[in-house]
């Protein structure tokens, strides 16, 4: 657990580091809480990307308990602020609808280079440590180096992985792998795509294409259908989730580069804004940064000041 703490810790430590810098800098030589004071507050936290909603609703808390006396430092503030994000996280979580028997399909969209093969690659990592088969589909045809990109992570892991040429029809693709991980009994099939379309209506042309064509190989799948958001686009990744979620089904998200910027918030405004589960988080580039997303280890390593072991 301490290790995984460490993860989360490192890889928001941005975000951490500067909401506390900016809140402890709103009470320097402060006696009393004013509405300036709260204000303010509700900006660093918008700032940090936690979003309108939720940022509002920690305000409003650390309000309340300002005024019942309960709460008089900065520090209270973070442990409201954590608990209260904490719950909110929670209240979304669902274990991942893996099928038994297999195998449980898990569709991949987001745009360009917000990490989907990546994660692919990763995940492919940890399903086969959980002693998982699994196999990959290259449904992003686009490019071909998207392809070469599957196809290194199926060696590294031990996934097969179903592409075809460059060019290819990824429903056909898609079509292909789900056909395959039945008829070779796989219990996890991830399916790659590509982020990019002329227009929306043919992304979605597309994405439905592909979901008929896996529901037709392999019926009632997929089973997710997960959408990959790069945090350190701030404001834009909810634009993202807004335009996926009208295009796909998605069921779920995940959340990349929590690392690369002080963005970190971005999880709570997702989570408020969609009500859907975040179901990991990639926080650096290795393997291992890519965790199982955690409500509370999320919000300890936000807004705890101290270490944990
Ligand atoms: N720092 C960091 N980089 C990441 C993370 N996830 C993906 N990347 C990098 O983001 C880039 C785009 O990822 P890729 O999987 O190709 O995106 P795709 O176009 O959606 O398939 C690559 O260079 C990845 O190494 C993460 O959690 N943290
Ligand atoms: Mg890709």
């Not at 809140?23 to 320097?28: D, R």
């Not at 650096?284 to 997303?293: A, I, R, S, T, V």
Request: charged fraction near 20%; include cysteine; glycine fraction near 10%.
């Amino acid at each position: 657990m301490s290790s995984i703490f460490s993860i989360f810790k490192r890889g928001l430590e941005k975000t951490a580091t500067r909401v506390s810098r900016s809140v402890a800098g709103l009470f320097t030589g402060v006696t009393a809480w004013t509405d300036e004071t709260f204000e303010d507050l509700e900006s660093c936290l918008i700032l940090a990307d936690f979003g309108v909603n939720a940022s509002t609703a920690i305000v409003k808390e650390v309000r309340d308990q300002y005024s019942r006396g309960k709460i008089a430092t900065s520090a209270d503030i973070f442990e409201v602020a954590g608990t209260l994000v904490k719950s909110m996280l929670e209240k979304n979580m669902r274990p991942i609808n893996f099928q038994n028997p297999g195998p449980t399909v898990i569709l991949f969209v987001g745009v360009n280079g917000s990490g989907k093969t990546t994660t692919i690659g990763k995940l492919a990592a940890r399903f086969a440590g959980e002693k998982r088969k699994v196999m990959l589909a290259a449904g992003d045809t686009f490019r071909a180096a998207a392809v070469e990109q599957l196809e290194l992570w199926g060696e590294r892991t031990g996934a097969a992985v179903i592409s075809a040429k460059h060019g290819a029809d990824p429903a056909a693709v898609a079509f292909d792998a789900a056909t395959a991980a039945r008829s070779r009994g796989a219990d996890v099939l991830m399916i790659d795509t590509a982020g990019r379309q002329q227009t929306k209506k043919s992304l979605m042309d597309e994405l439905a294409k592909i979901h008929r064509a896996i529901d037709k190989a392999c019926p009632g799948a997929p089973h997710e259908v997960w959408l990959t958001i790069d945090a350190s686009c701030g404001g834009n990744a909810l634009s993202q989730a807004r335009e996926f979620s009208e295009v796909a089904a998605v069921t779920g998200i995940v959340l990349t580069k929590l690392d690369g910027s002080g963005k970190g918030g971005m999880a709570v405004a997702l989570n408020n804004e969609y009500n859907l589960p975040v179901f990991f988080a990639g926080m650096g580039e290795q393997p291992d940064d890519l965790q199982e997303f955690n409500p509370a280890l999320y919000a300890d390593a936000l807004f705890s000041t101290g270490e944990k072991n």
